[in-house]
């Protein structure tokens, strides 16, 4: 049975910086992709950043405009952890943060992903 277990949501200031994990069980972690994507309160879930799965030595990632330069996904197989470092936050990014995994290539489109986390809150106060 596959599990995937988001921590390290909360509350913070505006500028301020979270750290989420996201601890995977009941698959090979290696062989999926791992995204995060969030949803705020009357939007659509939307990409946030994705990080291939290994192949030969080098992990591809990729952000969201919104969120380049601020955040920064890394993953930790002999963990099975994917982690996203949230920085120089802002209210726009208050939503709840999701993490899927995807067993196969690098994608952003969430309806491609095969497992997915419950879900942390985020929230920036201005």
């Known amino acids: 049975q596959v599990q995937l277990v988001e921590s390290g949501g909360g509350l913070v200031q505006a500028g301020g910086s979270l750290r989420l994990s996201c601890a995977a069980s009941?698959?090979?972690?290696?062989?999926?992709?791992m995204g995060w994507f969030r949803q705020a309160p009357g939007k659509e879930r939307e990409f946030v950043a994705g990080?291939?799965?290994?192949?030969?030595?080098?992990?591809?990632?990729d952000y969201a405009d919104s969120v380049k330069g601020r955040f920064t996904i890394s993953r930790d197989n002999a963990k099975n952890t994917v982690y996203l470092q949230m920085n120089s936050l802002k209210p726009e990014d208050t939503a709840v943060y999701y993490c899927?995994?995807?067993?196969?290539?690098?994608?952003?489109?969430?309806?491609?992903?095969?497992?997915w986390g419950q879900g942390t809150q985020v929230t920036v106060s201005s």
């Open positions: 899927a995994a995807r067993r196969g290539g690098y994608t952003i489109l969430a309806i491609m992903y095969d497992y």
């Open positions: 009941g698959l090979t972690f290696n062989m999926y992709t």
């Open positions: 990080i291939s799965r290994r192949s030969f030595s080098t992990d591809y990632a």
